[in-house]
């Protein structure tokens, strides 16, 4: 079942950000393209930054790095949304770690490749987004994320009692008038 959901999520996921390019690839006339293009080559070479997803999570992760008292950050770059996981010292106070997540925010938001990043602080998170950062390294993007994705949305859905059946063992018998709330009525 968490299996399917993940595919389900992986596969809106990856359409979304495809039907959103194209969209924007046809409504414009092949001159504005011609404009928009040429333009883009111009910004690129005058900024000479990051080509790839994988560049732009190193540079990413280096700008968070670069705030006092983060230890470590990974980063992992979907269409144009980066995901930013930091490791901060663990007895510092909740105050403080919210501080050092919105310096390393404000940071990521004067970078062009960190505008729409998402940063935490959390360190299952972050964990999961080193894993992550690591599958795609080794060449396998979805399996790593749909696999990450799943164990984070195991940890968020809660266990109900009434959702677990026991192995083995007898159904719970019906009313057949000696169960506890007739006796002590």
Partial sequence: ???????????FVFTGC????????????????????TQSNAIKTQQAGPENAQQVAVHLEQLALSIPQVQHA????LGKTAVVGIDVAG???RSRVDNIKYSV??????DP??????????????????????????????????????????????QLPKDISPKNSLPP?????????????
């Fill in 173 to 185: 018998k019906t009313d057949n008038g000696n169960n506890f709330l007739n006796k002590n009525l």
């Fill in 1 to 11: 079942m968490r299996t399917l959901l993940m595919m389900m999520i992986g596969i």
């Fill in 105 to 110: 925010a404000e940071a990521l938001r004067k």
């Fill in 18 to 37: 495809g039907s959103i390019q194209n969209t924007n690839k046809s409504a414009a006339s092949p001159q504005n393209q011609m404009q928009n293009q």
């Fill in 113 to 158: 490749y960190g505008v729409n990043a998402i940063v935490t602080a959390d360190m299952d998170l972050d964990k999961r987004l080193k894993n992550i950062r690591q599958e795609v390294m080794n060449g396998r993007p979805i399996a790593g994320f749909s696999d990450e994705l799943g164990k984070i949305i195991g940890r968020i859905m809660p």
């Fill in 91 to 93: 007895d510092l106070p």
């Fill in 74 to 77: 990974h980063c992992v770059v």
